[in-house]
């Protein structure tokens, strides 16, 4: 594994959790405060990156860290656990597959 601060786990970098296309075509800062590190770190360790090794296919982040500001603008709930860095969208080329692997990996999600 190459040396690199933004690397989380094998397949997971921390910038796919701060990109947004919306972010960025509205002009708004979606940088992530040091306080949400912690949550999103959590999640990869515990939860996407066991889960991206089982389903042994390709993974990606469309909504990870949202601003209050991108979440509003992305109609987000008002509460929504992306802004705590406690919630991941994503996006597999077989979401059918990817639900028996959730089950299958008896990983603990909500
Ligand atoms: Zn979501």
New binding site residues.
């Given amino acids: 594994m190459e040396k690199d601060e933004n690397r989380l786990t094998e397949h997971f970098r921390m910038e796919e959790f701060v990109y947004s296309a919306m972010a960025v075509e509205f002009g708004l800062d979606n940088s992530l405060p040091l306080g949400v590190m912690p949550a999103i770190r959590n999640l990869t360790v515990r939860l996407l990156e066991p889960l991206r090794v089982y389903h042994r296919q390709s993974m990606y982040i469309t909504?990870g860290y949202r601003s209050e500001e991108l979440n509003r603008l992305v109609g987000?709930s008002p509460n929504?656990?992306?802004m705590r860095g406690e919630?991941?969208?994503i996006y597999v080329l077989d979401r059918y597959r990817l639900l028996e692997d959730l089950v299958g990996s008896r990983l603990n999600f909500d």
């Fill in positions: 909504s987000g929504s656990q992306h919630a991941v969208d």
